[in-house]
């Protein structure tokens, strides 16, 4: 009897113990995702806080088939580059509570935005370093825009009236 009872117990001390091991390990790996999750936002941040661009000129708005056009120049005043075109948006406003969202397309069409002119770039070409200005063209689908903003992908903003 009294060997039944010592395997008995050492069986429950290593079941103790494997039970405290996956214990300590499933709370220190749950503390290293959010560790690495808050270094993840705070990068986010700090590459949002750096990120800025105007728009200085804007062209008088066109009548074409099926909407409207107009160019504008966008100058990178930040620190950070500019590059993930296909999350910037365009968000056209006509003054009767109309409002468009034109997303990047390197083919102007109804709806979209594209760069027709990128400047003299010599180093990362196809991103928007600070101090580069692109000149970007807008074409709506059916509405004469009076007001425009332009949306970066991590959220900073810029708008201009027509």
Same mark, same amino acid.
């Given at each position: 009897m009294a060997v039944a009872d010592l395997i008995g117990a050492a069986v429950?001390?290593?079941?103790?113990?494997?039970?405290? *091991?996956m214990l300590v390990g499933s709370t220190l790996s749950t503390a290293e995702i959010v560790t690495n999750a808050q270094k993840a936002v705070t990068l986010q941040e700090?590459?949002?806080l750096r990120t800025d661009f105007t728009i200085p000129e804007t062209s008088e708005v066109i009548p074409v088939e099926g909407g409207y056009t107009f160019n504008c120049t966008i100058n990178n005043t930040g620190k950070e580059i500019i590059s993930d075109f296909r999350h910037m948006d365009v968000i056209v406003y006509d003054g009767t509570?109309? *409002?468009?969202?034109?997303?990047?397309?390197?083919v102007a069409g109804p709806g979209t935005w594209t760069i027709i002119d990128k400047g003299n770039e010599i180093i990362h070409l196809?991103?928007?370093?600070?101090g580069e200005s692109y000149l970007i063209q807008v074409t709506t689908s059916g509405i004469s825009p009076e007001w425009f903003q332009i949306t970066t992908g991590n959220g900073v903003y810029a708008s201009k009236l027509l």
């Open positions: 429950g001390v290593l079941l103790l113990v494997i039970v405290a *091991y700090e590459m949002r509570n109309n *409002y468009q969202l034109d997303t990047y397309s390197t196809s991103e928007l370093d600070p």
